[in-house]
C-alpha cells in the first residue's frame, strides 16, 4: 500500500510541475522577456512587438487569414469563397447539387456510353429530388419565369431577388388558388421594380409577360393589398435616365427635363397622368430647348407610348413652366 501511495504522490507532483511549466510558457508568449511588458502583434508587417520597450519578439510571421480586405458583413460574405451564397431567386435558395450536361470528367475527357447513360440517369434522379412536392414545382417554374422577364427587361438583380420573395409570401399566404402562377409572378416583378425605384410601365410588362394587361393590373393591385405592399405612386422623374440613355440625350437635356417636371410638380398637373406620359413628353420638351435633334416618334417607340399623348403632355409641360417663371 505504501508503494501505491508513493506511486500517486509521485504522479500529483509531476502534473503540477507540468502545470506550472506550461502557465509559465503561455505567461512568457504575451508577456516581453527583456521587460515584461505586453506583446502586440503588427499584422501588416508580421511583427510580434513589445508595446513598453519596442523589442521584436518575432517577425515574418505566417498570415494565416484571407488575402482579401472587408469592412462590413455583407462585403466579408461577398468575397468568401467557402460555396455559392443563398438566394431567393432559385426555389432551394441554391441549396442543392447540379449535375452539368457536358459528359467529361474531371481531366476533359469525354465519357464513355455506359458512363453516361449512368450519368444521364442520375440527372433525371437529382432533378425529381429537387422538386419534391407540388410548392416546389410552382416556385420553380414562377422563380424561372420572374428570371426570364426582369433580363427581357434590364432588371436589376435586387430587383429580382424582391421579386422572388415577393412571391414566396404569395405562395406561403395561398394566395394563387384562382390565379395563374404566371399573373402572380409578374405581379410580383411590376410591385418589386417599383420598390426599388426603376419602374416599367404596365405596357413594358405585357410585352415580355404571357397573360393579359389586365389580369396583370388586378392580379397585382391584389397581392399588393393582401401583402400589405407599401409602394409609393411611380415617380416621373424615375423613367426619364432610361429614356435619355435610350435617346442618347446628354445629360443637359437630361437635367432640363427634370427641371420640367418639377415645375410641373408645383403647378399640380402631374396629378390624375400617366407618369410615362408625362416623363417622355419631358425628355421630348427638354431635347427641344437643348438643340438636340430628337423626333415625337423616337421618344413614342422608346417609351412605348403614343405620338397624341407626347404632344398634349407637352404643352401642358411647357405652359406650366411658363406660368411658374411668371
Known amino acids: 500500500m505504501s508503494d501505491n501511495v508513493r506511486r500517486l504522490q509521485r504522479a500529483r507532483t509531476d502534473d503540477e510541475t507540468t502545470e506550472d511549466e506550461s502557465e509559465a510558457e503561455s505567461v512568457d508568449e504575451v508577456t516581453c522577456p527583456e521587460c515584461g511588458g505586453s506583446l502586440a502583434t503588427d499584422t501588416e508587417h508580421g511583427e510580434t512587438v513589445c508595446e513598453d520597450c519596442g523589442l521584436v519578439i518575432e517577425e515574418d510571421s505566417i498570415d494565416r487569414g484571407p488575402e482579401w480586405r472587408a469592412f462590413d458583413s455583407a462585403e466579408k460574405d461577398e468575397k468568401s469563397r467557402v460555396g ?8 432551394d435558395k441554391g441549396l442543392s447539387t447540379n449535375i452539368g450536361w457536358q459528359d467529361k470528367d474531371a481531366y476533359g475527357n469525354s465519357l464513355s456510353n455506359r ?15 429537387r422538386t419534391r412536392d407540388s410548392k416546389e414545382r410552382n416556385l420553380k417554374q414562377a422563380l424561372g419565369e420572374i428570371d426570364r422577364m426582369a433580363s427581357a427587361l434590364g432588371l436589376p438583380e435586387n430587383v429580382r431577388e424582391t421579386a422572388s420573395v415577393i412571391y414566396r409570401r404569395a405562395l406561403n399566404e395561398n394566395l394563387l388558388p384562382g390565379r395563374s402562377i404566371e399573373g402572380v409572378a409578374t405581379s410580383s416583378l411590376y410591385a418589386a421594380a417599383r420598390q426599388a425605384g426603376t419602374p416599367r410601365s404596365l405596357d413594358e410588362i405585357t410585352q415580355v ?9 388586378r392580379t397585382y393591385r391584389y397581392v399588393v393589398r393582401e401583402l400589405g405592399l407599401e409602394v409609393a405612386p411611380a415617380d416621373p422623374e424615375s423613367y426619364v435616365p432610361r429614356f435619355a440613355s435610350d435617346l442618347d440625350l446628354s445629360d443637359e437635356s ?3 427635363a427634370r427641371q420640367l417636371l418639377k415645375s410641373a410638380k408645383q403647378a399640380g398637373i402631374h396629378s390624375g397622368k400617366s407618369p410615362v406620359g408625362l416623363a417622355a413628353a419631358s425628355v421630348y420638351a427638354a431635347s427641344l430647348l437643348t438643340n438636340e435633334k430628337v423626333t415625337q416618334s423616337d421618344v413614342s417607340e422608346v417609351a412605348n407610348i403614343s405620338e397624341v399623348t407626347i404632344r398634349n403632355r407637352y404643352h401642358e409641360l411647357l405652359e406650366a413652366e411658363d406660368g411658374i417663371t411668371t
Do not use: C, G, Y
Request: no cysteine.
Open 84 to 91: 455559392a451564397p443563398t438566394t431567393n431567386m432559385m426555389h
Open 209 to 217: 409577360s404571357r397573360v393579359e394587361k389586365d389580369e396583370i393590373a
Open 115 to 129: 458512363q453516361r447513360q449512368k450519368m444521364q440517369r442520375l440527372r433525371t434522379w437529382n432533378e425529381r429530388f
Open 254 to 256: 437630361e437635367r432640363r
